[in-house]
């Protein structure tokens, strides 16, 4: 059984920067792709940026492209995601996600979530 924990979530103002972090026990991520999603109140989960095993596939959604950087810690069983430049639309919970294979946009190809994470940025 996977766990993964989020943490470094928090209240910013605009132009501000979090770090997150998404802790993984009961299974070595080194095998696995991983990714951040995020879902704004009444709104769908959405794609923020994956990284897989070896990290030579990195990918971000538009939006944030520029702003945020993942990476992964496979000694440390943790993934990251620095986001910089932070802007009041990047408001909503902050979920990570493991899956087998290559990065994927769509929340259902994965198979373990943390319980996620709220970043809310104050214009």
């Known amino acids: 059984q996977v766990q993964l924990v989020e943490s470094g979530g928090g209240l910013v103002q605009a132009g501000g920067s979090l770090r997150l972090s998404c802790l993984t026990s009961?299974?070595?991520?080194?095998?696995?792709?991983m990714a951040w999603f995020r879902q704004p109140p009444g709104k769908e989960r959405d794609f923020v940026a994956g990284?897989?095993?070896?990290?030579?596939?990195?990918n971000y959604r538009r939006s944030v492209k520029g702003r945020f950087t993942i990476s992964r810690d496979n000694a440390k069983n943790t993934v990251f995601l620095q986001m910089n430049s932070l802007k009041p639309e990047d408001t909503a919970i902050y979920y990570c996600?493991?899956?087998?294979?290559?990065?994927?946009?769509?929340?259902?190809?994965?198979?373990?979530w943390g319980q996620g994470t709220q970043v809310t940025v104050s214009s």
């Open positions: 996600a493991r899956r087998r294979g290559d990065i994927s946009y769509s929340p259902r190809d994965y198979d373990s």
């Open positions: 990284i897989t095993s070896t990290a030579d596939s990195i």
């Open positions: 009961g299974r070595t991520i080194s095998p696995s792709t």
